[in-house]
């Protein structure tokens, strides 16, 4: 499909449509559940009342062949706010990873789980990261091991900042089933509600982004059905057999999930940055000192004008990311980490900057440009740091693999 920055009707209606959402019901209710740390189950259900949490509304925007429609709908989102965004948006990693592993049997089954439905709104959690495994996914501890005379998996291990954690209907789980073949050797489980021998029992205090439930998720000894394999056993022992032999595959089950949500991940920092240089814009034309406008001075209208350079910047990558993702086109200069980093790294930098121009009362609860500066500074952390997207941005352009 050819590129274009123009949006059609469709997407115009969507932005509209989600930043309606967010400025009617996500902002009023920002402050309470950030100050709760606590999922905003009603926002949920408000959500899914609509239409705007829940898979068909994930396929919809999926659906859109520019690959647009997902990222303009998570960057308003994120601009009513980071934490209430992430509580509504956190599920959608787990059905990323079931979408990209899964076959589509398994994919019927579990996604709409993943969700629930208006009445009963369910979240699903994707469990990755380790205490010994964040960046260095080789490093994985968490076992997966076949009993062939049952058809189950037994699953143990510990995952570390899980975004549902504990609380999730569906946790999709990666482990390791030939630990010799390090990340080659992984793959990707569901666990179904209800199953024992997992628990989220240690909810995690967090800077930022606290209406989203994070927490350590422990596995001890966890059956789960030889169905609950994404991709299914065939496949696995074909990949398996491939690594074994020394030849090169594409990618690994935690790796391929990421670099679907990269340019979504990049969107969401967008959309609070963008939430707080137009709160610090406004607050530039109504602020007098020494008699005038602050935003008369070069000093604080310059810092506005790169604030919005930077984030016009990010967004253009962010969205040329998605296109190629959606249209199949290669990253071969790392334009799906290109696009986080860049993003991550610019919501660190403007919600700064909009502290700094509020000065003493940017520091204040009262505005929201603290809680939007608390919440930024994960998007230069999780789904890859700004350090391991270079890594893989250097490894592509050079093709050495830089260490």
């Not at 050819?2 to 059609?8: A, S, T």
């Not at 570390?160 to 390090?182: C, D, F, K, Q, R």
């Not at 989203?212 to 059905?225: E, K």
């Not at 610019?346 to 603290?370: D, N, S």
């Amino acid at each position: 499909m050819e590129f274009w920055l123009d949006l059609n009707d469709e997407q115009r209606e969507l932005r509209d449509w989600v930043h309606g959402f967010a400025e009617s019901v996500i902002r009023p209710a920002a402050a309470e559940w950030d100050e709760r740390e606590e999922t905003p189950w009603p926002v949920l259900q408000e959500a899914a009342k609509i239409g705007l949490y829940g898979f068909e509304f994930l396929a919809n925007t999926w659906s859109d062949q520019s690959g647009l429609s997902l990222p303009i709908a998570n960057e308003e989102m994120f601009w009513g706010d980071g934490g209430i965004g992430m509580a509504l948006s956190g599920t959608s990693l787990a059905v990323a990873a079931i979408f990209g592993s899964g076959t589509p049997d398994q994919l019927v089954e579990w996604v709409p789980q993943c969700f629930g439905d208006a009445d009963d709104p369910k979240v699903a959690a994707f469990c990755s990261t380790e205490p010994e495994a964040g960046s260095d996914v080789a490093a994985m501890r968490t076992r997966a091991v076949y009993h062939e005379a049952t058809d189950e998996w037994v699953i143990s291990g510990q995952k570390a900042y899980a975004t549902n954690g504990g609380i999730a209907n569906v946790h999709v789980v990666t482990a390791s089933v030939e630990p010799e073949l390090g990340s080659r050797g992984q793959a990707a489980f569901v666990v179904p509600p209800g199953t024992k021998g997992l628990a989220g029992t240690r909810k995690l205090k967090k800077l930022g982004l606290r209406a989203s439930h994070t927490a350590d998720v422990f596995l001890d000894d966890v059956r789960v059905p030889g169905s609950c394999l994404l991709g299914g056993k065939e496949a696995l022992d074909k990949r398996l057999a491939r690594a074994r032999e020394g030849q090169r595959r594409s990618g690994q089950a935690a790796m391929r999930t990421f670099e679907l949500s990269r340019p979504a991940v990049g969107a969401q920092a967008i959309g609070i940055a963008r939430a707080a240089y137009e709160y610090a814009l406004e607050y530039a034309k109504t602020r007098v000192q020494f008699g005038r406008p602050i935003i008369e001075n070069q000093a604080v209208a310059f810092a506005l004008a790169d604030m919005r350079m930077e984030l016009d910047a990010a967004r253009l990558l962010v969205w040329r990311a998605a296109w190629m993702g959606r249209n199949d086109k290669a990253f071969t200069a790392g334009e799906g980490s290109m696009s986080k980093l860049k993003a991550g790294e610019v919501a660190v930098t403007v919600t700064e900057k909009a502290v700094q121009i509020l000065g003493g009362a940017g520091y204040l609860r009262e505005h929201p440009v603290e809680r939007m500066f608390r919440d930024a500074k994960i998007y230069t952390i999780f789904e890859g740091t700004s350090e391991i997207q270079r890594l893989v941005i250097a490894r592509a352009i050079s093709g050495v693999q830089i260490r």
